[in-house]
């Protein structure tokens, strides 16, 4: 920062010259044909990644008509839903549909403005502030091409360009950086938890473990649907208990609807045979099998065991995949005594406490890394305009 400071005291002290982006750059007046392109270098706002990110390999590619040219150096931005923040600088030539408009610098302002510069401008919260400003659409925005040409841009020196190009791209791989060391952790974490599950959970040819089937100790039943017209009367603010199922609120099981220790077992979807433990009260939708044992067994250690033995093995196999109840009642399960089920649970649980509090802090570690380099990166690219 001191460096840009000294640069911006000695080259411009008395602010920088402010141009309209039309009058620096002009979408591409170019164009390729379709059959020109492929999967590296057709850029549709698909394949624009979220948040800045750049771009990925395009999983449709055109093969008939005319196609926006772009080059190296243009500046590509996904012209639906501005608030998605998609934009990349370009690495090389290709071919983008007409919902990314590429911007290229005006020939007469090359020697004053790298592409480098004006698109971190371009992919600063201010730029797409103001383009979801003038967007058009309720449900689709779409950018205004018109107005985003009438986006003030600052023209400082090359010299001051390049020291924060240079600065900003230090923070980004910082930030990647830190990002994959963080994941790497959590990975690492992973594997040991499922490690030590594995060997706790493990109870083949014990003395004192009793083989029986889930429906011997506990209790299971599925969730009931509620008619949509019926929601209202049944669940509103003061029933502000966790719903449990698929799609919102759809339903509950009012005789589980009270104190107690309770499992819930997703039965159909995507959730199919995942297991989760059930808050004090809740609802439970007709996508749910609500798990109360029938006898003294620690519900802590039944949600481990339950989910080490991969229970979406026994769903039906179709599209749609579901769980009977009968089917789950079943499937045997070994019963450790007591007291070595409560070891187990304390021991897993902090495990599970380990990799979930991870989880928690990996995005918010990520978010203070990026809110710093937002507010390093607004810092500067902010400049007084010259009189």
Known sequence: ??????????????????????????????????????????IGVDNLLPNQAGRTTSAYVPTTGN?????????????????????????????????????????????MLTPEFLYRILSSDAFFAFNMKHAKGAKMPRGSKTMIMKYYVPIPPLEIQREIVKVLDTFTQLEAELEAELEAELEARR??????????????????????????????????????????????????????????????????????????????????????????????????????????????????????????????????PGLAVGRLEEVRIAIPPLKDQDRIAVILDKFDALVNDLTSGLPAEIKARRQQYEYYRDRLLTFKEAA
């Not at 591409?28 to 392109?37: C, F, M, N, P, W």
């Not at 009260?281 to 339950?306: G, Q, R, S």
């Open 191 to 320: 594997r040991q938890y499922h490690y030590y599950r594995e060997s706790l959970l493990s109870f083949e040819g014990g003395d004192d473990v009793r083989w029986t089937t889930l429906g011997e100790v506990f209790n299971m039943q599925a969730g009931q649907s509620i008619p949509a017209h019926n929601i209202a009367n049944k669940v509103d603010d003061r029933f502000p208990f966790p719903c449990f199922g698929g799609n919102g609120v759809r339903g509950f099981v009012e005789m589980f609807s009270h104190e107690g220790s309770y499992l819930i077992i997703g039965r159909q979807g995507a959730l199919c045979g995942n297991v989760q433990r059930a808050s004090r009260k809740f609802y439970a939708t007709e996508h749910a099998v609500v798990v109360e044992p029938k006898e003294n067994i620690n519900i802590d250690w039944a949600f481990h065991m339950l989910t080490l033995m991969d229970l979406n093995q026994y769903a039906t196999k179709s599209a749609q």
């Open 1 to 42: 920062m001191s460096r840009i400071n000294d640069l911006i005291a000695e080259l411009c002290p008395d602010g920088v010259e402010f141009r309209q982006l039309g009058q620096v750059a002009a979408y591409s007046d170019t164009r390729i044909a379709a059959t020109s392109v492929d999967a590296e270098t057709f």
């Open 67 to 111: 196609l926006a040219e772009y080059r190296q150096g243009d500046i590509l931005i996904g012209n639906i839903r501005p608030y998605l923040k998609k934009i990349w600088l370009a690495t090389n030539e290709g071919g983008c549909s007409g919902d990314v408009l590429a911007v290229r610098i005006a020939d007469t302002y090359r020697s």
